[in-house]
């Protein structure tokens, strides 16, 4: 990591009466992968395309890669890959031609076999891409998005509609843009098991304010907070909430033998913090 890809201060943006970003702080560096997290209606959306230069903001202070997007050179496009959520229209090209035509804008592309070979879709080269499933339309998205080598790479909720498998192949797909090509990953997603093992980092919105920013392992004091443990006592289901967690078990040890049965130790699920962070968990 070798510093700030983006940098947000003091970010305000409103559409007529309603206020969708009330002071956004948000910092990126050089080889991170963030997730962007927060309700319907939060901001996000209006937040990515304001450092997407596609939107204009009325106040604060916003740099990405350097430059403020809305008054960016046509070269700054070059540094910046954006997947968005609605493809754009597949047409009766195939899948080697369509990489190879964006390909075209950039001054040092990828090779675009290589490029189909990284994101698994070698085998459908020739194919037209209205003839792709959801997954791998999804996967040329991605490969159209990064083939011009960007710095920054913007994810717009990307495994939406995927299935299980799929979904681990695309992280592992971004894992490895971030590992050998180090490249900075933005990416929005209602998916908090995706935030989890994807991100280093998360950053919550709600109401157009930063609610939490932080690694997903130990957001909201989740590894320092209370712990549930459960167990079976005379073939009945207990558990208990204890911030000693190690202390408890050994009490359990002591009282029931060293196989206490159907021992298990949880912290608050990433969903469970994130909930009490929007106000998801109100009564
Ligand atoms: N073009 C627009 N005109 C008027 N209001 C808008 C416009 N775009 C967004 N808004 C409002 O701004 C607020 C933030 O919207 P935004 O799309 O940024 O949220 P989001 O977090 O991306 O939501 P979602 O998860 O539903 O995509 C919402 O109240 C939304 O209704």
């Keep these: 990591m070798t510093g700030p890809v983006v940098t947000v201060r003091g970010l305000r943006r409103s559409y007529g009466p309603v206020v969708a970003l ?56 070059y540094g910046i890959g954006i997947v968005l959520q609605e493809a754009s229209d597949a047409g009766e090209l195939t899948v080697l031609e369509t990489l190879r035509h964006f390909g075209g804008y950039f001054p040092s592309p990828h ?103 932080g690694d997903p392992a130990t957001l909201g004091g989740r590894m320092s907070g209370e712990a549930t443990v459960s167990w079976l006592e005379n073939a009945e289901a207990r558990s208990a909430r204890t911030a000693d967690p190690g202390a408890f078990v050994n009490e359990l040890v002591a009282r029931l033998g060293p196989s206490v049965p159907g021992l298990t130790v949880s912290r608050p699920r990433l969903e469970d913090v994130y909930l009490d962070l929007v106000g998801g968990n109100k009564p």
Excluded: C, M
């Excluded at 395309?49 to 050179?73: F, M, N, Y």
């Excluded at 790479?153 to 050998?180: I, K, M, N």
């Design 22 to 77: 009330e002071g956004i702080d948000l910092d990126i560096q050089e080889g991170e992968v963030v997730a962007l997290l927060g309700p319907n209606g939060a901001g996000k959306t209006t937040t990515v395309e304001i450092l997407e230069g596609h939107r204009r903001r009325d106040a604060g202070e916003v740099s990405v890669l350097g430059v403020d997007p809305w008054r960016a050179p046509s070269s700054w496009r």
């Design 111 to 213: 090779d675009p076999t290589d490029l189909l070979r990284k994101v698994g879709l070698a085998e459908a080269a020739g194919r037209r891409v209205r003839t792709l499933s959801g997954g791998q339309r999804r996967r040329l998205d991605v490969a159209v998005g990064v083939v011009g080598r960007p710095r920054l790479l913007f994810l717009d909720e990307p495994t939406t509609g995927f299935d299980p498998q799929a979904r681990r192949q695309f992280w592992e797909l971004v894992r490895g843009l971030r590992d050998e090509q180090g490249t900075t990953v933005l990416l929005t997603t209602h998916y908090l098991e995706e935030a989890e093992a994807l991100a280093d980092r998360v950053v919550v919105i709600a109401d157009g304010v930063v609610r939490a920013d």
